[in-house]
């Protein structure tokens, strides 16, 4: 659970792409991307419709 806060840091406040967050972490473009949408940092949540 430690490393996926981390990337959740990275990508919130950091601002970091999921490419730098992979160089940084030593780990897959696929495995940070499917950690980033599990962690729902895209803040996709909630949506309004007009």
Not at 1 to 26: P, T
Request: hydrophobic share 40%; glycine share 8%.
């Amino acid at each position: 659970m430690g490393l996926l806060n981390i990337i959740r840091w990275m990508a919130l406040r950091e601002k970091q792409s999921v490419r730098e967050i992979s160089r940084r972490a030593g780990l897959s473009r696929n495995t940070i991307a499917r950690w980033y949408d599990r962690a729902d940092v895209h803040g996709t949540g909630t949506t309004e419709q007009a």
